[in-house]
C-alpha cells in the first residue's frame, strides 16, 4: 500500500472514532452530555417508524423541522443499521435499545420470563447486547445505549428483581468494556429501579426515567433525596397516562383534553425538565402513526393525521407555534347515559377552528376490558348528520361502559379529538365468555408476512430441528414472501403453532372473534412430493383458563406444487381462536421443507 494512502486511511480511522465518541461530565452547575467534546442536550423523540425504511428521508426531515436531534429506540432489528445512517445523515443521534424480557405480563406486552431460573434465556439476553455493541459501536450515530425499558415495573417478586439486576450489571459491564466511547443507559419507569440500580448495578452511567404529566417535576428531588450523585434522562414523557387517571360515572378513564395533551410536552419541557441541573434532556413518546386507544392520547399522529403532540413538539424545542392549530373541540357530550346496540342516540357538540377550514367528523369507539389487543382496538361508528342539524351515532354491539370518540379534521390534516363515555346493553355480546376482538373477515393469518395477527412462536415435538422463515421470497404463491418451514431430521415428529399472545399455551386471554368466517384456506406445498402433514386452527384444550373455543384440521398429503385446501368453519365455534395455524408432520425418514401461503378466515 502506498505510504501516503495509508496515512490518509489512519487520520480518517482517527477521525470517525472521534465522531462517534460521548461522554457524562459533571461541572459547577450540574450535568453535561457531551459529543464530540461540544454540549449535547438531549432534545429527542421515541421513535416509531424503524420498519419504514423507505421514508427515513421524510420522517428525518420532518424531525429536524420540530428542533429533535435525538431519537429512542427500544431494541435493534434488520433495520438498525439503516436507520442509524439515516439518522446520521440528518444530524440525529440515536439512543440504541437493546430489549430485556419482562418477568410478567404487563404494559408493555404479554411477555413473561423467569429471571431465577432460565440462565439459557439470559444467556441468549446477554449474548444479543454484546452482538448489538459490537455491531454498532463505532456507528457515529450512536448517543447513548439503552438496556432495558421498565423490567423492574413488570417483575413481580424481590428475588426476581434482584437477578435481573445482576444480569442487567453483567451486560453493562461489559458494554463498557466492549465500547468505552459512549454511556450506558438503563430505563425504568418513575423510580421503580433507583434502589436496584445503587445497590446492584453501578456500571449504568445515565439513568433513563419514563414519566407523564407533573410527576416530571420531582424527578430531580427525588434523586437528591436518595443521595443519587448521577445524571438523568426522561427517556418517556407526555400527558399524565390513563394509569394515573380517575374513572367517570361509568367506570372509564377520563383522558386529557387534546389543550392539555399540547400543554403538557410545549410548557412541561421549559417548567419540568430543561431547568434540572441533573436532566440531560428528554425523549418525547411517541413519534409515531397508528390507529388504537394508545395513539389517540400519546401519538403524535392518528391514522395518519397530525395530532397536537407533534405541534406541541415543535413549540418545546423551537419556541414556534404551530403553522397550523388543531381544531378545537369545545363540547362533546352523549345526553343518553346508556342504550342497546344498534340504537341511534344525538350527539352535542360545539367545534372550532382558528383557520375557519372546512371540518370533517366522524365517530370511534374503544372497549377497556378483555383481551390487550381488544383494549387497544378503536373501531369507527356508523353516524348520521351534519353540523348544521347535529349528528347522531349508532351504539356499537357491546355490552358494558363504552368509550366514545369525536374526530374532527381540517383541510391542513390536523384532526381534533375528544371522549366521553356510555353504557351499552347487547344480550349477544353479553353472552360471549372470552372478550376478544372482534375481526374482521377476510381475516389473514399469513400475507406476505406484514402485521401478523399470530406469531409462530408455539414449537412442539422435536422443534431443536425445525427452522421457520416468514419471509421466504422463492416460488411464493403470491405477493413476495411466504413461510417455509424447514424440518432437518430424519426421524420424529414435529409441530408449530401461531398464537396470540406470543409464547403463551392459554394462560392469558388473547385470540380473536372469527365468527362469521365460513371458510378456512390456504395454500400449500413441499419440497417433495409425498409429504404428510395436518394443518388447521385450533390447539388450547379447555383444560386451560383460555383455551382456543374451536379446533379445525385436515389431513394433507403435500406435492412440489401449489394447491388450495378448504376447511369449512361454519358449524365451527370461532369466537375466540388463539392459535391461528396449527401444523404437524414427521420425517418419514427424510428431511424436506413445507411451504405455506395465504393463510385466510373469510
Same mark, same amino acid.
Given at each position: 500500500? %502506498? ?15 472521534? =465522531? ?53 429506540? *427500544? ?78 415495573? =413488570? ?41 436496584? *440500580? ?98 389517540? *392520547? ?181 405477493? %413476495? ?79 412440489? /406444487?401449489?394447491? /388450495? ?38
Amino acid at each position: 500500500m %502506498n505510504k501516503f494512502i495509508a496515512i490518509l486511511l489512519l487520520i480518517s480511522a482517527a477521525g470517525f472514532a472521534l =465522531n462517534a465518541q460521548t461522554a457524562v461530565k459533571k461541572t459547577d452547575t450540574g450535568w453535561r452530555l457531551m459529543v464530540d467534546g461540544k454540549p449535547f442536550e438531549v432534545k429527542g423523540v421515541t421513535f416509531g417508524y424503524s420498519e419504514d425504511v423507505d421514508n427515513y428521508d421524510a420522517h428525518f426531515q420532518e424531525l429536524q423541522s420540530l428542533g429533535v436531534n435525538t431519537i429512542r429506540t *427500544w431494541g435493534t432489528d434488520e433495520f438498525t443499521g439503516q436507520l442509524l445512517d439515516a439518522a446520521h445523515k440528518y444530524g440525529m443521534k440515536v439512543m440504541v435499545g437493546i430489549w430485556m424480557r419482562h418477568g410478567r405480563p404487563g404494559m408493555e406486552d404479554d411477555d413473561r420470563f423467569n429471571y431465577l431460573e432460565d440462565t439459557e434465556g439470559m444467556e441468549v439476553m446477554y449474548a444479543n447486547a454484546v452482538r448489538t455493541v459490537e455491531a454498532y459501536k463505532d456507528h457515529p450515530a450512536v448517543l447513548t445505549w439503552g438496556v432495558g425499558n421498565e423490567v423492574y415495573l =413488570n417483575t413481580a417478586t424481590d428475588a426476581e428483581k434482584e437477578a435481573y439486576s445482576k444480569l442487567l450489571e453483567r451486560i453493562c459491564r461489559a458494554i463498557k468494556e466492549l465500547d468505552p466511547n459512549h454511556p450506558v443507559t438503563s430505563v425504568e419507569a418513575w423510580t421503580f429501579g433507583l434502589d436496584w *440500580w445503587q445497590q446492584y448495578v453501578p456500571s449504568i452511567d445515565i439513568y433513563g426515567l419514563n414519566i407523564y404529566g407533573a410527576g416530571a417535576a420531582y424527578l430531580a428531588a427525588e434523586l437528591e433525596k436518595r443521595g443519587i450523585d448521577k445524571p438523568y434522562i426522561v427517556t418517556e414523557f407526555g400527558v399524565t397516562g390513563e394509569w394515573d387517571m380517575p374513572e367517570d360515572e361509568n367506570g372509564v378513564k377520563v383522558e386529557p383534553s387534546d389543550q392539555q395533551k399540547y400543554d403538557a410536552i410545549a410548557r412541561g419541557y421549559s417548567e419540568w425538565i430543561k431547568s434540572e441541573p441533573a436532566c440531560l434532556g428528554v425523549y418525547f413518546f411517541h413519534y409515531a402513526n397508528g390507529a388504537d386507544f394508545l395513539s389517540i *392520547w400519546l401519538f403524535t399522529h392518528f391514522k395518519g393525521m397530525t395530532r397536537p403532540q407533534y405541534w406541541a413538539i415543535r413549540e418545546a424545542y423551537t419556541g414556534q407555534k404551530p403553522a397550523n392549530n388543531v381544531p378545537l373541540i369545545e363540547h362533546f357530550e352523549l345526553p343518553g347515559a346508556e342504550g342497546k346496540g344498534g340504537a341511534w342516540v344525538p350527539v352535542a357538540l360545539k367545534t372550532s377552528d382558528v383557520e375557519n377550514e372546512a371540518l370533517e367528523v366522524s365517530f370511534y369507539y374503544n372497549q377497556r376490558t378483555g383481551s390487550r389487543k381488544r383494549r387497544d382496538q378503536v373501531l369507527p361508528l356508523h353516524s348520521r348528520g351534519n353540523a348544521t342539524d347535529g349528528f347522531e351515532i349508532q351504539l356499537p354491539p357491546v355490552d358494558g361502559p363504552a368509550k366514545i370518540y369525536v374526530a374532527i379534521k381540517d383541510t391542513y390534516n390536523n384532526v381534533g379529538m375528544a371522549s366521553t363515555s356510555l353504557v351499552v346493553s347487547d344480550e349477544e355480546a353479553r353472552a360471549k365468555k372470552y372478550l376478544v376482538p372482534r375481526a374482521t373477515l377476510p381475516f389473514y393469518v399469513y400475507k406476505d408476512n406484514g402485521d401478523l395477527p399470530y406469531i409462530p412462536s408455539g414449537y412442539m415435538g422435536n422443534y431443536e430441528a425445525m427452522e421457520v422463515a416468514l419471509d421466504h421470497t422463492e416460488g411464493v404463491h403470491s405477493g %413476495n414472501t411466504c413461510i417455509k418451514i424447514s424440518y432437518k431430521a430424519r426421524d420424529n415428529w414435529y409441530g408449530l403453532a401461531f398464537v396470540d399472545p406470543a409464547n403463551d399455551w392459554g394462560d392469558i386471554l388473547g385470540g380473536y372473534d372469527l365468527s362469521g368466517a365460513k371458510t378456512f384456506r390456504f395454500w400449500a406445498k413441499a419440497s417433495m412430493d409425498g409429504v404428510k402433514a395436518t394443518i388447521g386452527f385450533g390447539l388450547i384444550d379447555k383444560d386451560k383458563p383460555f383455551p382456543d373455543t374451536g379446533k379445525k384440521s385436515v389431513d394433507v398429503v403435500l406435492t412440489t /406444487q401449489w394447491k /388450495q385446501y378448504t376447511i369449512k368453519t361454519k358449524k365451527v365455534d370461532l369466537s375466540c381462536i388463539r392459535s391461528g395455524l396449527v401444523l404437524f408432520s414427521s420425517s418419514n425418514g427424510f428431511s424436506h421443507e413445507i411451504y405455506l401461503d395465504d393463510v385466510v378466515f373469510e
